[in-house]
């Protein structure tokens, strides 16, 4: 599924997450084209318009996955991709995203898209948990997630070969903090205590600067 239309604006700079449509689609085989944008993805090879159209036929149809394009202010085309996956039963899910858009990187996108996904992975979707996984030299990429309270749960080495070499994984794991008694009724672990302060702090920024239009 495509997620409902949401927009974030801070410190004079404003997204929009969107429902993607087949007129984006060119813009994402442009978008996946280069090896700088895929340096830290698993792909390895470039999209063409029929891959495309059946990733954007499989993700209408999902009904475990919540995608969104990403417009920033200044652009009239989305520049990445934001999503929730694998949201199952048991209150999990994972996420991603792709800033395919080079010009857009390390201006804010990706917090701001952060941001208004985690709030609707807690606050609609009811999630307790929200998984993810950063390649170890794409630090950040880590850091916009720990910003919003993703915790580094543990480091899986050598899952990925690149430039010749192999690098490790971080897995990070965001908890919601209103869930916290479900989740650990034994008490919180000391680890996970700056990221579920970060990630009630981001909850209050959000629910502040998200709008849905």
Sequence with gaps: MFGLTMRIEMD???ITLRALSKNDL????????SMKVHR?????YAQTLENEEEWYENNRKAQDSCVWGI????????????????????????SGIIIWDTSWWRKGVATRAHLARTLYAADYLNRLTIKSMVRC?????????KRVGYSVCGVEP??????GEWV???HLIWLNPQRISLIYP????????????????????ARQFVQFV
């Excluded at 060119?26 to 084209?33: D, H, K, L, S, W």
């Excluded at 830290?40 to 390895?44: I, L």
Aim: overall charge negative.
């Design 12 to 14: 004079e700079l404003g």
């Design 26 to 33: 060119p813009q994402v085989v442009n978008g996946f084209t």
């Design 40 to 44: 830290w993805t698993t792909q390895m």
């Design 71 to 94: 417009v920033p202010d200044g652009s009239e085309v989305p520049v990445g991709v934001t999503g929730l996956h694998r949201i199952d039963i048991h209150g999990s899910c994972t």
């Design 137 to 145: 030299k794409n630090p950040a990429s880590l850091n916009a997630l």
């Design 158 to 163: 050598r899952t990925f070969f690149r430039d």
């Design 168 to 170: 490790d994984s971080h």
């Design 186 to 205: 034994e008490g919180l672990p000391k680890e996970y205590e700056e990221g579920v302060v970060k990630a009630t702090e981001s909850l209050e920024k």
